[in-house]
Nanobody
Framework: QVQLVESGGGLVQPGGSLRLSCTSA???????MKWYRQLPGEQRELVAG???????DYGYSVKGRVTISRDPTKKTVYLQMNNLKPEDSATYYC?????????WGQGTQVTVSS
């Protein structure tokens, strides 16, 4: 069982930045790590993904504004978000996948508002 804990969400003004963290007691180096976001009543949307080999992928709506990165020494995956917009407001979830298994964190709320 892989437990993931997200943090770093909060209230930020439009144009501002946030860095979300996803931390685990498990070595995440071999896992595909992804960040999703979700609004109430809607499906989860892929924000960013990071393969174990170093590849990255980004959702169309955030491309150029977010960066996913890893710190293996801290067993943490980050999501740096810049130039935030009100439509980025959502609950952000971290996901770890390996060998058909998929694990989710509890989510962290991001609100972009003036």
């Amino acid at each position: 069982q892989v437990q993931l804990v997200e943090s770093g969400g909060g209230l930020v003004q439009p144009g501002g930045s946030l860095r979300l963290s996803c931390t685990s007691a498990t070595d995440l180096s071999f896992y595909t790590m992804k960040w999703y976001r979700q609004l109430p009543g809607e499906q989860r949307e892929l924000v960013a993904g990071s393969g174990s080999g170093g590849s990255t992928d980004y959702g169309y709506s955030v491309k150029g504004r977010v960066t996913i990165s890893r710190d293996p020494t801290k067993k943490t995956v980050y999501l740096q978000m810049n130039n935030l917009k009100p439509e980025d407001s959502a609950t952000y979830y971290c996901n770890a996948g390996l060998g058909g298994f998929s694990y989710w964190g509890q989510g962290t709320q991001v609100t972009v508002s003036s």
